[in-house]
């Protein structure tokens, strides 16, 4: 670096601009690898700086602005641009980030109450298409007026923690706007949540643990599996841990984004570490602590090719020949996906998963609606699968603010051709209420 006592003037914005458009021009035609490592390109980006300030030997910057410098050729040559600030590991504020066709960016924040916020910036066209095309073309996909529809995961990587992400780009010939594209881009946790975390964030409620601690009662069954490395001393978590290694079927009910998939990874931690595990997925976005773990993950059919999809129902059919002890289905969408869990969870294999619905007893029309008419199942039948697959149902939702549990409830049967609960706990209790049913 040069030796900043010698130098006489401070940098003009002008000669600022040059330094990141003479640098981003010194990393044209890095390889992929490099681009989408962001610690790497960061190195290459701050060498470049460094570099192209020789050609300013009269101006001096601060150390300040040498950061923001390399910040900005980072994301120009990333590509990312405005999204680049947004995203792990520069941020791990959001889970989830918008472009509206009018050119406006929000976010929702993990922290709020499911609300998306205006994050004040506007970024020219170029640059929002600029940040699609980096986000598409590691999938070899592209936006334009022929598909105008566009879906893509982004992978995982540890090394940054980035947990992956879930994009669909849309242009404007399908979406009017100011001629912006339109994008959302859905974040995943990049780290496995564990059950000590749910008990941090209060998600069952904190006063109530001290109220069971209190009474001296225990948490968990005579008949417990649950290590004492994984519990988390709660009163409500534990015994949802204890139900899973007992090989109770489980079904979190929510919202969007009231978290359903974060505590289905955290309560996954009940499964014992012997099991066989097979997880469907779409996209993959559940980290489990386990050795012996397979994943399937459903597909869209590939652009102008006649080679079908593979559905959520394909991954869970093609589960049930796995040998899985436990099948994680990441959530319900579809009456088939739904029929073939059930089928599944009734023929002797323990199992999670997750349903848009905000109670049990909605829980039960929605699923049998989705059942008819994707898979052709009378209502009363869907009513019979449910009953019989399903053991313990779990609500989460919004509460003064915090993403909170809402209610635990046992499925008790069948009775005048309705599924009937068993209310097990509701925000306030101290401790879950016993469990009585047992699987195998």
């Known amino acids: 670096m040069a030796n900043w006592g010698s130098v006489q003037a401070a940098a003009s914005a002008e000669q600022l601009t040059a330094i990141v458009e003479q640098a981003a021009r010194a990393l044209s035609g890095l390889p992929l690898a490099v681009l989408r490592n962001r610690r790497a390109l960061g190195t290459r980006a701050d060498q470049a700086v460094r570099e192209a300030l020789r050609s300013f030997s009269a101006v001096t910057i601060s150390a300040t602005q040498l950061q923001s410098l390399v910040a900005q050729v980072t994301a120009k040559v990333g590509g990312l641009g405005f999204l680049d600030a947004l995203l792990p590991p520069n941020s791990d504020e959001f889970t989830d980030l918008a472009l509206n066709g009018d050119g406006r960016v929000w976010g929702r924040r993990k922290s709020s109450a499911g609300q998306f916020e205006d994050l004040g910036l506007r970024p020219s066209k170029e640059e929002a298409w600029r940040a699609i095309e ?10 334009s007026e022929s598909t105008p529809t566009v879906d893509v995961k982004i992978p995982r990587d540890r090394t940054l923690g980035f947990g992956g992400a879930r994009v669909k780009a849309l242009h404007p010939c399908i979406a009017p706007g100011d001629g912006f594209p339109t994008l959302a881009v859905r974040l995943f946790e990049p780290e496995p ?19 069971a601690e209190a009474d001296g009662s225990s948490t968990l069954t005579s008949t417990s599996l649950l290590p004492a490395a994984v519990q988390v001393g709660d009163p409500v978590i534990d015994p949802l841990l204890d139900a899973i290694a007992n090989r109770l079927r489980l079904i979190i009910l929510g919202g969007t984004a009231t978290g359903k998939t974060t505590l289905l990874a955290a309560l996954c931690h009940g499964i014992p570490q012997t099991a066989r595990v097979v997880k469907v997925e ?24 006649n080679v079908p999809p593979y559905t959520v129902a394909d991954g869970v059919d093609d589960a049930m020949r796995l040998a899985p002890a436990y099948v994680i289905l990441g959530e319900v969408r579809r009456g088939d996906a739904a029929l073939s869990l059930f089928r599944a969870l009734m023929s002797d294999h323990a199992g999670l998963t997750t349903f848009h619905a905000e109670g049990p007893e909605e829980a039960v029309r929605r699923m049998g609606v ?53 209310c097990l706990w509701q925000p306030g209790d101290g401790k879950l209420g016993q469990i009585t049913r047992r699987r195998g």
């Not at 980096?134 to 936006?143: F, N, S």
């Not at 949540?193 to 109220?211: I, N, Y």
């Not at 499925?411 to 005048?416: C, N, Y």
Request: glycine content about 10%; aromatic content about 8%.
């Open 134 to 143: 980096a986000l598409l073309a590691p999938e070899g996909r592209a936006c």
């Open 193 to 211: 949540v564990p059950p000590s975390q749910v008990a941090r964030w209060q998600v069952f409620g904190g006063k109530a643990e001290t109220r």
């Open 282 to 305: 779409d996209p993959e976005e559940i980290w489990l602590p386990h050795p012996n773990v397979c994943t399937l993950e459903a597909r869209p059919a590939p652009p102008g090719s």
């Open 370 to 422: 989705i059942m008819w008419a994707d898979a052709g199942v009378r209502i009363e039948g869907a009513k019979e699968l449910f009953a019989q697959a399903l053991d313990v149902v779990v609500q989460i939702g919004w509460r003064e603010g915090q993403r909170r549990a809402l209610g635990v409830w046992e499925v008790a049967g069948l009775t005048a051709g309705d599924v009937k609960f068993r």
